[in-house]
Each structure stands twice: as structure tokens, then as C-alpha cells.
């Protein structure tokens, strides 16, 4: 989502929401109420319930700005504080910080430990113009793991880097680019994957007509092979402007892995197909979104536009997609789902464009919690478009997460 520090255009069904207002004000104070008596800070602040009431939204939109306290055991659990860790922009301007990757081994310019964070905005805050990667190190200290050019050959379009970032084992750093030139979507090019070294230099590209605006990525490392997920959002986008088009999709690209050289692409499946996306002006393109792959090999997908996340069973050996998958959850606490990721416990996390809530949900689909990480009531709902990207952190207790109004990365915790 674009960082913004004013007031976003007014969005939902445009019914006004007076007839609702004695129903919110009641909610509003029940909010209040249980906040005294408890420590939970999960629920929506008397000011972000304000403007719920002030303002009009969707019915989706009011039911996901209620609260539901993270359950005991749940992984939100207990979690109430918010810190600021790092400012995310370099020296070059950039802003919009999308993916987080922590780091597991230390290698070449990057540390176990440390934790990268690539940028999609330009200065000027131009979206798909973003270039860096910047590396915020355990004591709060930041450098600038890479910079690229605006245009790269072999990347149709130039660089403009998403969520889709990992880090293999064996260092290397795969990373999407789904570029503009204007930062508007007219403008998009196909984009591809940057393959950098463990220094931060380019080292390859990977492109073909199976990746198309590529905006997230989930990585399962082989040791000598790999498989990569990534989801396309740009299929038949550009044409349709801000027309919804059922043709995102997720392919599985199956890598070869080498400390000596690049990662290559040794074959590639599409595993989940007709997913809903389209050009957004505020958030550039709306689309299948972040991506965890559980244990049991069944993919989790974020889908955006559907507000619900998707289930792909066997994920890592079907040779046919699943179309859309299955539902796993859908509203609630859900509001347009981004980045996803899976907690200890095996448990979901997933975060909210709409609100800038983190949901998390079962392997049941049962949504247990949720947390109100960014609460900038500036924005129209409040939180809305600052929150992106999710991590664990290093040491398994926290929630890494990107706040696209401030451009920091900032740490959830008890």
C-alpha cells in the first residue's frame, strides 16, 4: 500500500452509516468498558471508533473493526506492545517498505540475526519505482543491503520490489519486482524476479510468461533444491484498468540451488488459478497476496479481493492447479487480507490492508484473535494501507511487521 500521512478517500458501499450509530455508540462504550478492566489493547481505541461512526464504510469493513481478544494459547496472545525498531528508508528516499525476511545464517553482507526489508516507493513516493533493500541489524542500526537501478535487463518493465523476497540457504536473495514507471498502473510492466548474491549485487534475472507482476513469494529450501511459491497479479490487469479480473494465480517454480552460482528455474506449475485482482489507484494493484506453506504441504494464500484466505492442498507435488482452493476463513476479522504468515503454533497470521489489524487463524480456520498493530486514525478507515508485510521474529515470541505510514519496521511483543 502507498504511504500516506493525510486522509485517503472515503470507501464502502456509499450507504450512510446513521442507522447504525446508536448500535456503534453502544459497541464503543462496551470497547471502553472491557478496556478498563483489562490489558488487553487489542480493541479499537475510543478515537478509531469515532471515526468508524463519523464516517462511512461497508458493512465489512464496521464488523472487522470490532474486537475479538486474542484466546489463551493463541500465539497474539498477551501481545500488547508495539516498538519501533528501525527506519526502513535509505539515503536514497525510498518508502512503501513491503517484504520482511529474517535472516537465519550469516553470509556474505548479511548476518544471522539481521533482518531485510526492500522498499516498493520511490522518494517521490511513486509506487513499483522502489529499488532498495535495506538490512536492520540486532542493535538498531541499518544499512543498505542493495541498491539496483531503475531498469534492469532482463526485467521487463524495470524494478520496482514487492513482497516476494526469501533468502536461500545458500544466500542468495530472490526478490520480486512488479514495476511503473509513474507509479501508476497504466504504466506496469510484466516484472520478474531479482536474483541477488549474498552481497547484494545483482546477480541474474528470472522472467517468462509465467510470472506477471509477481507480489509475494513462501519458500521451501531443499538444501541442493529448492521450490518457490509465487503469486501474479498483473494478468489481464492493465487492459481491465480497475475492472476486477478473475486471473491471478500462484505458480510453483522448482529451483536449482548452488553456493557457486545462481539460482536457475528447473520447472514450473501452476498450482492455484482464477483468483481475483484488479488496478487500485491507492494500492496500485489488488490481488493474491501473501503466501505460507504449512507442514502438512498446503499452501495458505492471502486473497485480497476475496477477502478470505485459501487453502491449495498439496501444494508441493500436484501437477494441476487447484483454481481458487478452498476456504479456509473468510470475513470477520478479515479486511482484505496482505501479508500472512505462520506463527509458532502453527496458527496463521494475517495482515489487514483495510485496517491494519493482524488476524490470526487455525489450521481449522478458526479466527482466535486479532491485534490493532497501526492506529493511524489519519487514514480513512483508520490503519488503512499501513500495513504490509509480516515475520516472526528471530527468537519465535514476536511479530515483525512493517508500518507503511511511518516507514519503519517495528516488533509486536508481550
Not at 263 to 281: I, N, Q, W, Y
Not at 311 to 320: H, K, L
Amino acid at each position: 500500500m502507498v504511504s500516506r500521512m493525510g486522509v485517503r478517500a472515503v470507501r464502502g458501499s456509499g450507504l450512510r452509516v446513521l442507522p447504525a450509530l446508536a448500535v456503534l455508540v453502544v459497541w464503543v462504550l462496551g470497547v471502553a468498558a472491557c478496556n478498563s478492566s483489562s490489558d488487553n489493547s487489542s480493541a479499537v481505541g475510543p478515537s478509531q471508533a469515532d471515526a468508524y461512526v463519523a464516517r462511512q464504510f461497508s458493512q465489512a469493513d464496521r464488523d472487522a473493526a470490532t474486537s475479538l481478544t486474542p484466546a489463551p494459547g493463541s500465539f497474539l496472545a498477551g501481545k500488547t506492545q508495539v516498538a519501533e525498531l528501525a527506519s526502513t528508508t535509505p539515503g536514497n528516499g525510498d518508502v512503501n517498505p513491503y517484504a520482511i525476511w529474517v535472516v537465519q545464517r550469516t553470509m556474505g553482507a548479511a548476518s544471522a540475526g539481521d533482518v531485510l526489508v526492500d522498499n516498493f516507493n520511490n522518494k517521490s513516493n511513486n509506487q513499483g519505482t522502489g529499488t532498495t533493500i535495506v538490512d536492520v541489524h540486532p542493535n538498531g542500526t541499518v544499512s543498505v543491503f542493495a541498491q539496483l537501478p531503475q531498469t534492469v535487463a532482463g526485467c521487463p518493465g524495470g524494478v520496482g520490489m514487492t513482497t516476494a523476497m526469501v533468502q536461500l540457504n545458500t544466500g542468495w536473495v530472490i526478490v520480486g519486482s512488479t514495476p511503473s514507471t509513474d507509479g501508476k498502473i497504466a504504466t506496469a510492466g510484466q516484472g520478474c524476479l531479482l536474483v541477488l548474491s549474498p552481497q547484494g549485487k545483482l546477480a541474474s534475472t528470472i522472467t517468462g510468461p509465467y510470472l506477471n507482476g509477481p507480489w509475494d513469494a513462501a519458500l521451501d529450501d531443499h538444501g541442493t533444491s529448492a521450490t518457490l511459491f509465487v503469486t501474479n497479479t498483473l494478468n489481464g490487469v492493465v487492459a481491465a484498468g480497475t475492472n476486477e479480473v478473475d486471473q491471478g494465480n500462484v505458480v510453483r517454480l522448482s529451483l536449482s540451488e548452488s553456493p557457486s552460482k545462481p539460482p536457475a528455474v528447473l520447472a514450473v506449475t501452476e498450482v492455484a488459478s482464477g483468483l481475483p485482482e484488479r488496478g487500485d489507484a491507492a494500492a496500485f494493484v489488488k490481488g493474491p497476496t501473501g503466501l505460507a506453506l504449512s507442514s502438512s504441504g498446503t499452501l495458505y494464500v492471502a486473497d485480497n479481493v476475496g477477502n478470505r484466505i485459501a487453502a491449495i492442498p498439496d501444494a508441493e507435488t500436484r501437477s494441476s492447479s487447484a483454481g481458487t482452493g478452498t476456504t479456509l476463513s473468510a470475513g470477520g476479522q478479515l479486511a482484505n487480507p496482505l501479508g500472512l504468515v505462520l506463527a509458532p503454533n502453527g496458527n496463521l497470521l494475517a495482515a489487514n490492508a483495510t485496517n491494519g489489524k493482524i488476524v490470526e487463524i487455525t489450521p481449522a480456520g478458526q479466527q482466535v484473535g486479532e491485534y490493532y498493530a497501526i492506529q493511524d486514525v489519519g487514514q480513512d478507515p483508520p490503519g488503512n494501507g499501513d500495513l504490509f508485510g509480516l515475520a516472526i521474529s528471530a527468537d519465535g515470541k514476536g511479530v515483525l511487521l512493517v508500518k507503511d505510514d511511518l516507514n519503519t519496521l517495528a516488533l509486536l511483543h508481550s
